[in-house]
C-alpha cells in the first residue's frame, strides 16, 4: 500500500495521523536526524516537505535521512 491509499484508508476509518513539515532550506542533515528520533518517539505518521527546484538536492539528502 502507498502512502496516498494509506492516508485515505485511515481518514476513512476516522483515525487521526500526526505529519511533520521539513523545510530543507532551513533544515541541516543534522536537524533532519534529530527531528526524525523525537518523530519516532512521538510515532509521526508521516513527513511533508517542499521540494523547491533550488533546494532538491538537500531535500532528498533531508527525505533519506
Known amino acids: 500500500?502507498?502512502?496516498?491509499?494509506s492516508i485515505i484508508e485511515k481518514r476513512k476509518a476516522g483515525k487521526k495521523?500526526?505529519?511533520v513539515l521539513i523545510d530543507?532550506?532551513?533544515s541541516s542533515p543534522?536537524?533532519?536526524i534529530k527531528i526524525a528520533e523525537i518523530?519516532?518517539?512521538?510515532e509521526v505518521d508521516l513527513?511533508?516537505?517542499e521540494a523547491a527546484y533550488s533546494?532538491?538536492?538537500?531535500?532528498?539528502?533531508a527525505?533519506?535521512?
Open 47 to 49: 513527513f511533508l516537505s
Open 39 to 42: 518523530a519516532t518517539e512521538a
Open 63 to 65: 527525505l533519506k535521512c
Open 17 to 19: 495521523m500526526l505529519a
Open 1 to 5: 500500500m502507498n502512502v496516498f491509499h
Open 55 to 61: 533546494c532538491q538536492t538537500h531535500s532528498n539528502h
Open 30 to 32: 543534522a536537524d533532519c
Open 24 to 26: 530543507p532550506d532551513k
